[in-house]
């Protein structure tokens, strides 16, 4: 067992570090090489979870932890964009020039666009603000932060609050590393069960042979019957008796026992072997 509980520790480990390592390359790196490292993250993930031993649902736990991942990375993504414009931005009072809208594409959201010009006339450096709705007129004023540099988008001060996007970051790491707990505990009820299942099937092998030694020893009494008691045989059946009575050459007894089970060469009526 704690072999187990440190098998998921590392593995929840691995998790996170995989994360935080597509988090820091997803500026750097290209998008197909992005895909590569995920699918190899994917197999790894794969052949690590089998280990558990809940082999049903491996693939299914796989793909959800690979997606939480990819979620998790993608809002933390969002987070650190907001949190630099916080605190390399500039927050000034710009107006409106003009507004686009996305495509229309069937019943899909489709996102506004704006670009901001100063009051001197010159145009808010970086892309179009965007919102995920029409909130805005052209020529209305807004105040939004700028970013010097002209990388990011800017914003409304209530847009560049991170607070959201690092926590939807951290849920989505938590579920990619409670798919992983939630795997090993699974494994761990595999395992017990099959130790359960092959400790019954001991009973079974060890309380049959019992028996067979019990009809070729215990003397027949003045009727001619070999009477043992089922409470010896708790996880036998009477007609399983039967059947390895028939096989030691003997029929059970099926009326008048007493409570017992009786087994002859000749019976009233023979107990149904199984």
């Known amino acids: 067992m704690a072999r187990r509980v440190g098998w998921a520790a590392g593995f929840g480990c691995y998790v996170l570090a995989v994360i935080a390592g597509m988090f820091v390359l997803t500026d750097d790196t290209r ?98 603000m965007r919102t995920t709705s029409d909130l805005y007129d052209v020529g209305q004023m807004v105040t939004v932060i700028e970013d010097p540099e002209a990388d990011l988008r800017p914003q409304t001060p209530g847009q560049a609050d991170a607070t959201g996007d690092v926590l939807g970051a951290a849920a989505f790491a938590l579920a990619a590393v ?34 067979r030694e019990a009809l070729r020893a215990y003397p027949a009494d003045r009727r001619g019957y070999i009477r043992v008691s089922p409470r010896e045989y708790p996880d036998l059946t009477h007609g399983r008796a039967a059947r390895i009575a028939w096989e030691e050459g003997l029929r059970a007894e099926a009326v008048g026992n007493g409570g017992a089970w009786r087994f002859s060469e000749t019976v009233i009526e023979e107990v149904p072997h199984r």
């Open 31 to 128: 998008l197909a090489v992005q895909v590569a490292l995920w699918v190899v993250h994917g197999v790894l993930l794969f052949l690590g979870i089998k280990k558990f031993g809940a082999r049903e649902s491996s693939s299914y736990a796989t793909l959800f932890i690979v997606i939480v991942s990819w979620l998790a990375v993608g809002v933390a993504g969002m987070a650190r964009e907001d949190l630099t414009l916080q605190q390399r931005g500039k927050t000034v009072t710009a107006t409106v020039v003009s507004e686009r809208l996305d495509p229309s594409d069937g019943r899909k959201g489709r996102n506004s666009y704006y670009t901001l010009e100063h009051e001197d006339g010159t145009r808010v450096p970086g892309p179009e």
């Open 178 to 211: 409670g798919s992983v707990v939630w795997m090993a505990w699974r494994g761990a009820m595999t395992e017990r069960k099959a130790a359960e299942v092959a400790g019954r099937a001991r009973l079974w092998r060890e309380q049959e042979e019992k028996l």
